[in-house]
């Protein structure tokens, strides 16, 4: 069974930076696309960055050019560089295959106030 283990959260200004990590156990990343989701509040989960198995990366345009995933196989983790941070990016944080193919970690919260 695969189980993700997020953190790096917290509370940061506006314009603030921020780096998610995500502990993916059984030696699955060389094997399969892996993205960071979030939710906010009131609002669906939503897929922002993804890093595929040919080590390409993709994002949701809200994040484009702010955000960076990356992903390090020897440790099996994914991170999750975020910068210019705005309110608009809080929510809770996770890491899943692309498609969400796992059982959801707990999640780590993200909250980008003044």
């Given at each position: 069974?695969?189980?993700?283990v997020?953190?790096?959260?917290?509370?940061?200004?506006?314009?603030?930076?921020?780096?998610?990590?995500?502990?993916?156990?059984?030696?699955?990343?060389?094997?399969?696309?892996?993205?960071?989701?979030?939710?906010?509040?009131?609002?669906?989960?939503?897929?922002?960055?993804?890093?595929?198995?040919?080590?390409?990366?993709?994002?949701?345009?809200?994040?484009?050019?702010?955000?960076?995933?990356?992903?390090?196989?020897?440790?099996?983790?994914?991170?999750?560089?975020?910068?210019?941070l705005?309110?608009?990016?809080?929510?809770?944080?996770?890491?899943?295959?692309?498609?969400?193919?796992?059982?959801?970690g707990?999640?780590?919260?993200?909250?980008?106030?003044?």
């Amino acid at each position: 069974q695969v189980q993700l283990v997020e953190s790096g959260g917290g509370l940061v200004h506006p314009g603030g930076s921020l780096t998610l990590s995500c502990s993916a156990s059984g030696g699955i990343l060389g094997v399969y696309a892996m993205g960071w989701y979030r939710q906010a509040p009131e609002k669906e989960r939503e897929l922002v960055a993804t890093f595929t198995r040919g080590g390409s990366t993709d994002y949701a345009d809200p994040v484009k050019g702010r955000f960076t995933i990356s992903r390090d196989d020897t440790t099996w983790t994914v991170y999750l560089q975020m910068n210019s941070l705005k309110p608009e990016d809080t929510a809770v944080y996770y890491c899943n295959g692309v498609p969400a193919i796992w059982t959801w970690g707990q999640g780590t919260q993200v909250t980008v106030s003044s």
